[in-house]
């Protein structure tokens, strides 16, 4: 599929699986090992490697891993985590799943990261987590809240669902730090369907989420089943049901040897993008960081001047969409969803960086397969639209 032709469709995201992927999922399901198995521990080794990580589990989704998290964090009521307000719903979900209370950090105003310079304020003797989000696979500045962390005795865990190749000052996000947890979302930089990944360095964490993982029992079902294997087993805590199948892993063993080149094209499409729309006077594009960094471009997002375009954000996608494009929208502020108004009592004006931002933000299309034919089709259309 190309998507050079008008009429056809363009999604603003779509997978990349290769024949091999697919013939491997074949091969697994033949295999009549199709859960949790070895499929599943060669893909987290492969991980562990390409991220420079001590240790990683394979889990359903980058949600789960979330969550799983928070309960590690054994939070007492009235406990606190920080995070920010532009992202993903499960980032705040989990904090309030698992008994938290969720404190916002507005985006710094140039940046769609939260503003590290402001976490210290927001630190109380209650907080027990910083919970950074990679916004769109550009890195945090980590230095500085790693050092708060490490003056309040606070866990950090990064929610790197946007940064699967990211690097922060040389470093790969997931080869240092406390914990990072990676989305293998179909919309996300590789995918296994769903599914999700946590890479960590602390080995009672490790033992804690394995238990997590698979109904608090001490052995998963591969270790009981397969032939050298004991089909007895303890129940160690009462735990969920996280795991990842090998018919994930399958496709996500193939995923992890392109991932370098899929966000090589990532980045040369951003590049394309950003040397056009550099020119209009419609868009904000969002800031680089200033330190040293590789983004891993999972997003592309441009900020919609509703004055200069003559319509709003939402009015722009309708008409990209009339038009056969696709957009995404990430993110709505997450602090003015009806359950965080009415529970923790956020309203418009708290958080003004993330609320402008998430009023005029939108993603264009942006995958490895998306040919320059394809996105200069894009552009033409956001012309059209705009009038240009
Ligand atoms: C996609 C995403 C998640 C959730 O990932 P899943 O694998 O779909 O559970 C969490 N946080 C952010 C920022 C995301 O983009």
Known sequence: ??????????????????????????????????????????????????????????????????HMMMLALDLKPGDEVITTPLTFAATLNVIVI???KPVLVDTAPDSLNIDAQKIARAITPRTRAIMPVHFAGAPVDLDPIYALAQKHNLRVIEDAAHAIGTEYKGKRIGSFGDVQIFSFHPNKNITTGEGGAIALRDTKLVERL??????????????????????????????????????????????????DAFNARRAELANRYTAELSKWDQFILPAQPAYPHKHAWHLYNPLLQTEKAGMDRDTFMSRLKENNIGTGLHYRAAHLFPYYRENFGFKPGDFPNAEKVADSILSLPLFPT??????????????????R
């Open 370 to 387: 998306l040919t320059d034919e394809a996105q200069d089709r894009v552009i033409r259309v956001m012309k059209k639209v705009l009038g």
């Open 98 to 100: 698992a008994g938290g």
């Open 210 to 259: 394995s238990l997590l993982r698979f109904h608090g029992m001490d052995r998963e079902a591969w270790d009981r089943f397969g032939k050298k294997g004991n089909q007895n087993y303890e129940i160690i805590y009462p735990g969920y049901k996280y795991n990842m199948m090998d018919i994930q892993a399958a496709i996500g063993l193939h995923q992890l040897p392109q991932l």
């Open 1 to 66: 599929m190309d998507f050079n032709n008008e009429t056809e469709f363009l999604p603003f995201s779509r997978p990349s699986i290769s024949r091999a992927a697919m013939d491997e999922v074949v091969s697994c399901l033949e295999s009549g090992w199709i859960t949790t198995g070895p499929r599943v521990k060669k893909f987290e080794a492969a991980l562990a490697d390409y991220l420079g990580a001590p240790h990683v589990l394979a889990v359903s989704s980058a949600t789960a891993g979330l």
